[in-house]
């Protein structure tokens, strides 16, 4: 990825998950080649990482570095951290909240205790600023996106697609299936970081009332 930065590529999102856990401690340790590692960005199929470009010889190094990492690995994803968890008050009122319910077969108020029962892991962000993809959750909620998306979906609505749990940062439209909504905010410029959701670290849904 020119001369300051190299992209792994690996099959899957679990393949993401298991190296970006292995990579991000070489990369706060510092030594060797990692020192000059700036930033460790995951998404669905790849890992990027970026150098701070003092060495041109750094991308070949890197890339040498993270093929001994990945032929270490076993594929094991590594269990959730609770070194970073962040609370999310939802009120659950979502106007997909119904369909949710018939398409799990689960009641409303299953579904909330599904969604709020277990840590969710920020894989990866994207589509929006703040936006963080959210994976581990209950396997009985994974379902389908809307077949209609919506042409303007409310900041901070929360909802499901497939495998994924998120927030949205702002209005935007979406297809996401709408579980309800929170007041946390995502992206604040003035914050540093902005994002709130980064990944590794793990989001628990509590209940604010507004369930039905």
Same mark, same amino acid.
């Given at each position: 990825m020119g001369g300051?930065? /190299?992209? /792994?590529? *690996?099959?899957? +999102? &679990? &393949?993401? +998950? *298991? +190296? @970006? &856990? &292995?990579? %991000?401690? %070489? /990369?706060?340790?510092? @030594?060797g080649v990692w020192a000059r590692v700036t930033d460790v960005v995951p998404a669905a199929r790849t890992v990027l990482l970026t150098t701070d470009g003092s060495d041109p010889a750094d991308p070949a190094a890197l890339g040498e570095a993270v093929r001994g990492v990945a032929a270490s690995l076993d594929g094991s994803a590594p269990p959730p951290s609770e070194g970073e968890v962040v609370t999310v008050p939802v009120r659950y009122d979502g106007e997909d909240l119904d369909e949710v319910a018939d398409r799990t077969g689960l009641s409303v108020a299953e579904v909330v205790a599904a969604h709020t029962g277990t840590?969710? %892991?920020v894989a990866f962000g994207g589509f929006a600023p703040g936006f963080a993809y959210l994976v581990g959750g209950d396997p009985r909620l994974r379902v389908p996106r809307r077949s209609s998306p919506r042409a303007s979906v409310p900041a901070g609505s929360v909802g499901l697609a497939g495998e994924f749990s998120g927030v949205y940062p702002r209005s935007s439209p979406g297809g996401w299936q709408l579980l309800g909504r929170t007041d946390v905010v995502l992206w604040d410029e003035r914050r540093d970081p902005p994002a709130l959701l980064r990944p590794g670290s793990v989001v628990r849904f509590v209940d604010a009332g507004g369930s039905g």
């Open positions: 300051h930065a /190299v992209l /792994v590529e *690996v099959a899957d +999102l &679990a &393949a993401v +998950l *298991v +190296l @970006e &856990a &292995a990579l %991000r401690p %070489r /990369v706060l340790t510092g @030594e840590g969710w %892991r």
